[in-house]
């Protein structure tokens, strides 16, 4: 393994040689650290599974929506996205309209027995709701690495 494709180690890396499915949770902006992490994967050619929950307002919102739409077919990596701003019909197939829930956790991540790698970035209150539906999930508290920015509490 190539360490100069691997973000700088850290509380909140990707490890790159860890083979724990990795479970991405990305709210609006948060989706840029963890595009670092599905990069590397690339990088290193991983078989690892990541799964990657992503919630923006409409689907115009998403950052690297096209990179994330080709590395989706063609690698490991599946994206489920949670549009909270959806208003016209249906949300497109794979797609939850809302913001992400128990149901999203349950159904786009990986169950806790597998003991996946668990990472969550996003504005603080999306981080803060998302760590608390995924330790309802039961996943451990410890095992969730979070990095948040805006307001708190």
């Not at 650290?33 to 998403?62: C, E, F, T």
């Not at 549009?83 to 349950?106: E, F, K, L, M, Q």
Request: aromatic residues 10%.
């Amino acid at each position: 393994m190539s360490p100069s494709c691997l973000p700088a180690r850290g509380w909140f890396a990707w490890p790159g040689d860890d083979p724990r499915p990795l479970l991405l949770l990305a709210g609006g902006s948060g989706i840029v650290p963890l595009m670092s992490m599905i990069r590397a994967h690339a990088q290193l050619k991983s078989r690892v599974p990541v799964r990657l929950i992503y919630s923006a307002r409409p689907p115009a919102d998403v950052i690297y929506a096209d990179e994330l739409s080709e590395r989706d077919r063609d690698s490991p990596l599946t994206v489920a996205y949670a549009y909270t701003r959806w208003w016209p019909g249906d949300p497109p197939a794979g797609a939850h309209s809302g913001r992400v829930n128990a149901d999203v956790i349950a159904n786009a991540g990986f169950p806790p027995e597998w003991n996946p790698l668990v990472f969550v970035c996003g504005p603080s209150g999306f981080v803060e709701a998302a760590s608390a539906l995924l330790i309802a999930a039961g996943h451990p508290p410890f095992t969730i690495k979070t990095e948040r920015f805006g307001p708190t509490g």
